[in-house]
């Protein structure tokens, strides 16, 4: 059943909300390749006002959430995103710092624009929003404690305080 279903995913040309699961898309990078994937995932339906990217926008949504599973598409999906697929992963890795700083680390350090998402790559933020993301990510990557990840916290701490210190 499940296979039925996931292929059922695979075909549509705007897929099922509630069928983009981290499964789905894993199994859609590696039939399709990342910039077949993104492309069918981020081809949204034009009556759509409420998306930008269609069914892309649930993975940013499941990136940003912090889920590992989501997480470790990003280097994956990387490669097939251009300029506004790829601001857009950005940010959602950005929104992930806080709730899952270990995990943030672990996926997408070795990405070339890891110090960009660590530098609040937010756009057009009010100060307020600005203030509440530093009082809750330095404080989540400070209480990174892994051995592993320590180069890459204080590459990410250095951008996020640069970032707090610009006006």
């Not at 981290?22 to 990078?29: D, N």
Request: aromatic share 8%.
């Amino acid at each position: 059943m499940w296979l039925l279903s996931l292929s059922t995913v695979l075909i549509a040309p705007h897929f099922d909300t509630h069928g983009i699961t981290p499964e789905a898309v894993a199994s859609l990078v590696k039939e399709y390749g990342p910039k077949e994937a993104v492309h069918r995932l981020a081809d949204r339906d034009p009556a759509d006002t409420n998306s930008m990217f269609g069914d892309y926008d649930t993975v940013l949504e499941g990136v940003a959430s912090g889920d590992p599973r989501w997480l470790a598409l990003v280097s994956r999906l990387d490669p097939g995103t251009d300029a506004g697929t790829a601001e857009f992963l950005r940010i959602a890795v950005a929104e992930a710092l806080p709730k899952n700083p270990s995990g943030v680390l672990r996926f997408t350090s070795q990405l070339p624009w890891f110090r960009y998402a660590c530098g609040y790559p937010m756009i057009e933020p009010t100060k307020k929003a600005m203030r509440g993301y530093f009082a809750r990510t330095i404080p989540a990557l400070k209480a990174v404690r892994d051995p592993a990840l320590a180069r890459a916290k204080r590459i990410c701490l250095t951008e996020l305080i640069k970032a707090q210190r610009t006006p």
